[in-house]
């Protein structure tokens, strides 16, 4: 063997070596192994039981659910898109992967989370949305099919592609969403990221796992990742929130391949939500810089042209308060459209033999500017 080759074998050794290290020292909080999958970007495997999403204080005495008392995707006949998820690694069983926070990542996410979105109340300066949304509850859930491009977003400003479930009473709102975001502060580049927000009875709004409340379950696909998108060549995520009907624990799960249920948001965190939801809805989400500057939504195009010409939610279904599955449309719905300048929404029409293809879709999107509103 050259030099040069038993060197590399050292090199490659080193790690190996230290991560056996880590296993052997049997201090709860270190990783049990951490996979780098970019620059900034480190998942590290931590035993289910020590994550940190269980450090809230409202979840002293949860016990684990380890998957739904029912499953959202044995019943479905898989048709999805096989090709757009690359499993990127696998946490040893037992452990479930969390990203690594920096300091900045999470004081950035803390800023978003005070000026996020609410769904019941969508007047927040700089945010514009489209899309639909049924309030005529109680829900047990939602799901879509939808697509998510990358988009040329500047610091200060994000944009989303969202399901969200919700409640409200007085001042007071609970509500859980994911989807995609490209948010440039709180990750640090201007990739799209799946993702999930959730407020819950601490008023608090949170993201992913910055913050205690969410449980991850899934050894191998955790909330929160980045997808590299070529412009113009979508990522499409087939994703479901809904109630479990036992523990009344809210899940989010993967209905494209892979099915995974990711994990859940505890019902401890609630106090509107423990017999479902009022509120559901789907759609896309922007917020602009302090300068008033909006960025652009969906694929950065309004909805003309045909179907796969603009950013689209397809397949969009709830579950009404017994837990059956129905086309969203099969409820009373409210188009979402606040600044038709700046962002369109198109609902679908296609033939009867294609709508058991799509079931209830719609396009939606738009460049933005510095003239939406506020
Ligand atoms: C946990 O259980 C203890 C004993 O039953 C109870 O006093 C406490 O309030 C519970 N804490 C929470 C956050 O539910
Ligand atoms: C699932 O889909 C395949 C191909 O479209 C079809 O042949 C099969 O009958 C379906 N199975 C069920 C249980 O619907
Ligand atoms: C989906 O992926 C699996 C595993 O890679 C493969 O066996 C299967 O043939 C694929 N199905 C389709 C419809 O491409
Ligand atoms: C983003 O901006 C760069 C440089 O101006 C451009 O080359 C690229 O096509 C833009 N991407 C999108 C998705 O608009
Ligand atoms: C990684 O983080 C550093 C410091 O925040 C930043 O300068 C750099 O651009 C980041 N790299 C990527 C690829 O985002």
């Known amino acids: 063997m050259s030099?040069?080759?038993?060197?590399?074998?050292?090199?490659?050794?080193?790690?190996?070596?230290?991560?056996?290290?880590?296993v052997r020292s049997d201090q709860s909080m270190l990783p049990l192994r951490s996979f780098k999958i970019s620059e900034n970007v480190t998942y590290d495997c931590i035993d289910i039981y020590k994550q940190p999403g269980l450090d809230h204080p409202l979840l002293k005495n949860h016990t684990i659910q380890m998957k739904p008392s029912v499953s959202r995707f044995e019943f479905k006949n898989?048709?999805?898109?096989?090709?757009?998820?690359?499993?990127?690694?696998?946490?040893?069983?037992?452990?479930?992967?969390?990203?690594?926070?920096?300091?900045?990542?999470?004081?950035?996410?803390?800023?978003?989370?005070?000026?996020?979105?609410?769904?019941?109340?969508?007047?927040?300066?700089?945010?514009?949305?489209?899309?639909?949304?049924?309030?005529?509850?109680?829900?047990?859930?939602?799901?879509?099919?939808?697509?998510?491009?990358?988009?040329?977003?500047?610091?200060?400003?994000?944009?989303y592609s969202q399901i969200y479930i919700g409640s409200?009473?007085?001042?007071?709102?609970?509500?859980?969403?994911?989807?995609?975001?490209?948010?440039?502060?709180?990750?640090?580049?201007?990739?799209?990221?799946?993702y999930g927000f959730w407020q819950g009875k601490d008023g608090k709004g949170c993201y992913n796992t910055a913050c205690p409340g969410f449980v991850q379950v899934s050894?191998?696909?955790?909330?929160?990742?980045?997808?590299?998108?070529?412009?113009?060549?979508?990522?499409?995520?087939?994703c479901s929130i809904h109630q479990d009907k036992q523990t009344g624990n809210w899940w989010i799960t993967l209905l494209s391949k892979p099915n995974v249920d990711i994990g859940y948001w505890p019902k401890e965190l609630?106090?509107?939500?423990?017999?479902?939801?009022?509120?559901?809805?789907?759609?896309?989400?922007?917020?602009?810089?302090?300068?008033?500057?909006?960025?652009?939504?969906?694929?950065?195009k309004f909805p003309i042209g045909g179907r796969r010409?603009?950013?689209?939610?397809?397949?969009?279904?709830?579950?009404?308060?017994?837990?059956?599955q129905r086309k969203i449309d099969s409820f009373p719905i409210e188009?979402?459209?606040?600044?038709?300048?700046?962002?369109?929404?198109?609902?679908?029409?296609?033939?009867?033999?294609h709508r058991t293809l799509l079931g209830f879709f719609f396009n939606y999107g738009g460049p933005g500017g510095n003239s939406c509103g506020v």
Not at 88 to 116: D, M
Not at 185 to 194: E, K, Q, T
Not at 270 to 281: K, R
Not at 335 to 353: A, E, M, N, Q, T
């Open 3 to 22: 030099t040069e080759t038993i060197m590399a074998l050292i090199m490659n050794l080193i790690p190996l070596l230290f991560s056996a290290a880590l």
């Open 78 to 159: 898989q048709t999805g898109n096989n090709k757009t998820y690359k499993k990127e690694f696998e946490c040893p069983h037992g452990t479930v992967p969390i990203l690594r926070n920096s300091k900045e990542y999470i004081t950035n996410a803390q800023f978003f989370a005070e000026k996020y979105f609410h769904p019941l109340s969508g007047d927040r300066p700089g945010t514009h949305i489209v899309g639909v949304r049924s309030s005529n509850g109680p829900f047990r859930g939602i799901e879509a099919w939808f697509n998510g491009y990358t988009l040329n977003i500047s610091k200060e400003q994000a944009s």
């Open 168 to 194: 409200g009473l007085n001042n007071e709102v609970n509500f859980i969403q994911a989807g995609y975001m490209i948010n440039p502060s709180v990750f640090g580049d201007g990739r799209v990221w799946s």
């Open 219 to 238: 050894h191998e696909v955790p909330l929160v990742e980045p997808y590299d998108l070529k412009p113009g060549v979508p990522v499409w995520l087939r």
């Open 270 to 300: 609630f106090n509107l939500l423990n017999n479902g939801a009022n509120l559901v809805g789907v759609g896309g989400v922007v917020q602009a810089s302090r300068s008033g500057s909006s960025p652009p939504m969906g694929t950065g």
């Open 309 to 324: 010409e603009s950013a689209m939610f397809t397949n969009i279904e709830a579950l009404n308060s017994n837990y059956e």
């Open 335 to 353: 188009k979402l459209i606040d600044s038709p300048s700046c962002y369109g929404l198109r609902i679908g029409k296609v033939k009867p033999f």
